[in-house]
T-cell receptor, first 111, second 112 residues
Framework: DAGITQSPRHKVTETGTPVTLRCHQT?????MYWYRQDPGHGLRLIHY???????DKGEVSDGYSVSRSKTEDFLLTLESATSSQTSVYFC??????????FGQGTRLTVV | DAKTTQPNSMESNEEEPVHLPCNHS???????IHWYRQLPSQGPEYVIH???SNVNNRMASLAIAEDRKSSTLILHRATLRDAAVYYC?????????????FGPGTSLSVIP
């Protein structure tokens, strides 16, 4: 394993509630990414980080915020979850132009 | 960002070679060609990457056209475990600060 852990692995939450997903790495990689994957859409980039406190938007950032206060943790927050945010979320890390390593995913269901 | 085009799906018989094509006609001179695959219910995993020359590793080979407008991922002997979605991605070598954008990929089925 590439030293990347996502938590929780599964979560069911109600519409309108806040949800935070955590990505934790032990590799000291600079770059971290959050993706969502839905049938028919493949992997879509939500937000990414290129250092502590440095983040930027990806392709589908509306409704999501992120924070990175430490190198090892990248948090994805859904301020007010909606059913359209039901998805599988993947975190990825990389150190440079080299390959990216992905977590095992978090399956989020918003009811 | 330069785009890639891949077939939606392909089939292969077990123990036969598989050639997965990728077109990237707008590739720039500084773009690396990366391949990832995603097994069912798992996160994507790195397979191989190259710039201009053909590349080999324990998982696969990457053949890059001379004009770099296309490339082919070669699995020399498909196994059932190779059934996955394969993604071809371009990464700009000028910067490590890149978004790593995925396309729809090719879904490979391996027939026993």
């Amino acid at each position: 394993d590439a030293g990347i852990t996502q938590s929780p692995r599964h979560k069911v939450t109600e519409t309108g509630t806040p949800v935070t997903l955590r990505c934790h790495q032990t590799e000291n990689h600079r770059y971290m990414y959050w993706y969502r994957q839905d049938p028919g859409h493949g992997l879509r980039l939500i937000h990414y980080s290129y250092g502590v406190k440095d983040t930027d938007k990806g392709e589908v950032s509306d409704g999501y915020s992120v924070s990175r206060s430490k190198t090892e943790d990248f948090l994805l927050t859904l301020e007010s979850a909606t059913s359209s945010q039901t998805s599988v979320y993947f975190c990825a890390i990389k150190s440079g132009i080299t390959e990216a390593f992905f977590g095992q995913g978090t399956r989020l269901t918003v009811v | 960002d330069a785009k890639t085009t891949q077939p939606n799906s392909m089939e292969s018989n077990e123990e036969e070679p598989v050639h997965l094509p990728c077109n990237h006609s707008t590739i720039s001179g500084t773009d690396y060609i990366h391949w990832y695959r995603q097994l069912p219910s798992q996160g994507p995993e790195y397979v191989i990457h190259g710039l201009t020359s053909n590349v080999n590793n324990r998982m696969a080979s990457l053949a890059i056209a001379e004009d770099r407008k296309s490339s082919t991922l070669i699995l020399h002997r498909a196994t059932l475990r190779d059934a996955a979605v394969y993604y071809c991605i371009l990464r700009d070598k000028k910067t490590s600060y890149d978004k790593v954008i995925f396309g729809p990929g090719t879904s490979l089925s391996v027939i026993p």
